[in-house]
């Protein structure tokens, strides 16, 4: 990770912003495709499958928020990149309505970690008032990976 230390943290920042503004939409889009196709979810259970990810995303909000403000943001947010990509492989891995519930419980949990932890990261390694326009760029930068990201989910979509 020496490489990672150099690059500065605003745009460390931003590139953590949209790369994940661009893998969340792609795996949204291709998570619909393969609920509907491959799962053959119906109109109902697609409904359950984001109750799952909301109630999740209720329950550990607060206990993972602890772990971000007492031990370290940084590593909050490691921690909730692996287990959101554990939550995607698990729905991946076992191809049933019941795994895809579950995957979304694991997503949520792991989304907890970082939610919060990543502004507030950047707020300390670069102090509020530079973040106030950091949060600006970075919404424009995710944005922009999202719009990119629509083509690829459509190609996706189309094999």
Not at 46 to 61: P, Q
Not at 62 to 77: E, F, K, M, N, Q
Not at 116 to 121: I, R
């Amino acid at each position: 990770m020496p490489a990672l230390r150099r690059i500065p943290p605003a745009a460390l920042y931003l590139l953590l912003n949209a790369a994940t503004a661009f893998t969340f939409a792609v795996m949204f889009t291709s998570t619909m495709l393969y609920y509907i196709s491959v799962i053959r979810l119906d109109p109902f259970q697609l409904v359950l499958v984001g109750t799952a990810l909301e109630v999740a995303i209720f329950l550990f909000e607060i206990p993972t928020g602890i772990v971000a403000d007492l031990y370290s943001r940084r590593l909050s947010i490691i921690i909730g990149k692996i287990v959101i990509g554990l939550g995607y492989v698990q729905m991946v891995l076992i191809p049933t309505a019941a795994a895809v519930y579950i995957g979304q419980i694991i997503w949520g949990f792991g989304y907890t970690f970082t939610s919060g932890a990543t502004d507030a990261w950047i707020a300390d390694e670069i102090g509020e008032e530079r973040a106030a326009g950091l949060y600006l760029r970075s919404s424009q930068f995710g944005a922009a990976a999202g719009i990119a990201a629509l083509t690829v989910g459509v190609l996706n979509g189309r094999r």
